[in-house]
């Protein structure tokens, strides 16, 4: 397979968002997403449905920055986590990651699954109690197809299906690298071998 068609499909299955603003967040989303036991890839889902990445974004609704925290959310957690806890707290971009993760992990635990926690980040946990206690055995894939309320319905479906988007595109750039450290090195006008140039696909805005 050539590698311009490597670089083709990876781009055919790039997520939507803000991808080279998801490269440079990876690490934090990583790095908290293992301390409370998610997929980093639902949770750079999440963020690119609530905040597409930017960090300093703040909501009609009071919530700020990449997982959209409230500042009462905010100031809870950070004494969890024994942060000092200040306004800018909720736009820099590591604090929130940490913050909104654990956040979102409790939310999983206190609801049972991750799709009750999603629709209760859009919808709020009062009408997600109530379903889930009208039809507590409807299986997962049922529920979600439930969601009385169209947006939150909407917004789950959306973040799942991304979630399995970023994964597929993680597969794909580790393929792409995988393929050019394997590409033939090349000849210098000196003799010299030298490693093929680097792979220069290109990326989405």
Same mark, same amino acid.
């Given at each position: ?23 440079? $967040? ?11 036991? $998610? ?78 926690? $999603? ?7 009062? !009408? ?5 206690? *009208?039809?507590?055995?409807?299986? *997962? ?6 969601? !009385? ?10 973040? $799942? ?45």
């Amino acid at each position: 397979m050539r590698f311009t068609n490597i670089c083709r499909a990876s781009e055919s299955i790039t997520p939507t968002g803000n991808t080279s603003s998801l490269f440079r $967040l990876m690490r934090p989303i990583k790095k908290y997403s293992t301390q409370n036991d $998610l997929d980093p890839y639902l949770v750079a889902a999440l963020m690119s449905q609530e905040s597409t990445f930017v960090a300093e974004i703040r909501s009609s609704a009071n919530a700020y920055g990449l997982t959209q925290l409230t500042p009462a959310t905010a100031r809870q957690y950070a004494r969890k986590l024994k942060i000092k806890y200040s306004q800018r707290l909720l736009t820099n971009p590591d604090a929130n990651v940490r913050i909104g993760t654990m956040y979102f992990a409790d939310t999983i635990r206190n609801l049972g699954s991750v799709p009750l926690a $999603l629709a209760s980040y859009n919808a709020g946990p009062t !009408p997600v109690r109530r379903w889930k206690s *009208q039809k507590p055995d409807l299986p *997962q894939d049922e529920f979600i197809d439930d969601i !009385p309320y169209p947006e939150t319905q909407n917004y789950v479906k959306k973040i $799942l299906s991304t979630t399995e988007d970023y994964w597929r595109f993680a597969q794909m750039v580790a393929y792409v690298l995988r393929t050019w450290r394997n590409l033939p090195r090349r000849r210098g006008a000196d003799g010299s071998v030298g490693a093929a140039p680097a792979p220069r696909a290109r990326m989405p805005a």
